[in-house]
């Protein structure tokens, strides 16, 4: 699904990934970990295009995402990527939201963009909060939604920045709850994280990064309980 190889980013003088290597297959969960400015957020963002990396090789199946000639519209239709800060339109309605970029990008009539958006909502309880505004809801339900609305554009890839580090606790659940229905969808899902327990139990591989590096790299148990590198250990031992 996805190949990265050797890449690298930096701001002025200041290396933020140093010589990625990685591979993502099809219906895979990675976890992305590490402490802030390690380079998780980075890595996602230039995957997606919102930053462009200054060497390396980056192949989405059999699209060249390092080619400067690649339409990042084009690519964004390809992934999803949902942000801590939910990113919504204020001044559409939640129905609105879901529906704009399948109308707009893939051509999905009205009526059955209507008729997806609004399968997804009662699926996870929101059906009566299609016609509401993003204020009028909760951070939980907001972070629902910005989730709902990267799915409604059917992403080949889903790439997941921290997007439970800005709600309360008790809104947490929700959003992995809703994770944990993805997972058993078999979507493909790359996710920056600072949720342990979620890792631990749902992710199929977790990779921990550290100085814009890929320090170590593998299912979770082996790294929870058998870490090879003493940093990977003591990150664990401190966020678990």
Known sequence: MLRLEGVRKAFGD???????DLEVES??????????????????????????????????AELDLADPAADPDKVRAR???????????PH????????????????????????R????????????????YPDSLSGGQQQRVA??????????????DEITSALDPL??????????DLKAEGRTIIMATHEMDFARECADR????????IVESGPPEQLFTAARDPRTAAFLARNS
């Open 147 to 160: 989730l709902v609305r990267a799915i409604s554009m059917d992403p080949e890839l889903l790439l997941l």
């Open 27 to 60: 219906g895979e969960i990675v976890c992305l970990i590490g402490a802030s400015g390690s380079g998780k957020s980075t890595l996602l963002r230039c995957i997606d295009l919102l930053e462009i990396i200054d060497d390396g090789e980056m192949h989405l």
């Open 92 to 115: 559409l309605t939640v129905l609105q939201n879901l529906t704009i970029g399948p109308r707009r990008v893939h051509g999905t009539s009205k009526s059955e963009a209507n008729r």
């Open 171 to 180: 809104l947490v659940a929700e959003v992995l709850d809703l994770l944990r």
């Open 14 to 20: 200041h290396v933020v990934l140093d010589g990625i």
């Open 206 to 213: 977790i990779v921990f990064l550290a100085n814009g590096q």
């Open 79 to 89: 992934i999803g990527m949902v942000f801590q800060s939910y990113n919504l339109f």
């Open 117 to 132: 958006a609004h399968e997804l909502l009662d699926r996870l309880g929101l059906a009566a909060k299609a016609h509401a």
